[in-house]
């Protein structure tokens, strides 16, 4: 079981960066590969970043790829997503979650294959 709290939301205007944290309880939390998602108003939750139990692999949506920056820390239990150049169009709630079994990143862009989420944090872009 792991437990998934996001922080780090905000208002920001457009071209402006926002650093999104997620927290997470237990001690394997190494064993889970990470990702993030975000969910607009109407729409349903897109895939935005990967990254592989060690942080060694990330793989990226295209909308977000040169802007945004997946990593961890798993002596914290944290994974991070570094948004940067950020347009009014990434205004959305975001989630991180976790997934224990996989064997690409390029696989898992789905959310009904994360096995674990957080509640979300609210990102806002104004234009």
């Known amino acids: 079981q792991v437990q998934l709290v996001e922080s780090g939301g905000g208002l920001v205007q457009a071209g402006g960066s926002l650093r999104l944290s997620c927290a997470a309880s237990g001690r394997t939390f190494s064993s889970y590969a990470m990702g993030w998602f975000r969910q607009a108003p109407g729409q349903e939750r897109e895939f935005e970043a990967a990254?592989?139990?060690?942080?060694?692999?990330?793989y990226y949506a295209d909308s977000v790829k040169g802007r945004f920056t997946i990593s961890r820390d798993n002596a914290k239990n944290t994974v991070y997503l570094q948004m940067n150049s950020l347009k009014p169009e990434d205004t959305a709630v975001y989630y991180c979650?976790?997934?224990?079994?996989?064997?690409?990143?390029?696989?898992?862009?789905?959310?009904?294959?994360?096995?674990?989420w957080g509640q979300g944090t609210q990102v806002t872009v104004s234009s």
């Open positions: 990254i592989s139990l060690s942080g060694g692999s990330t």
């Open positions: 979650a976790a997934l224990r079994r996989y064997n690409l990143l390029t696989e898992v862009t789905s959310y009904y294959e994360y096995d674990y």
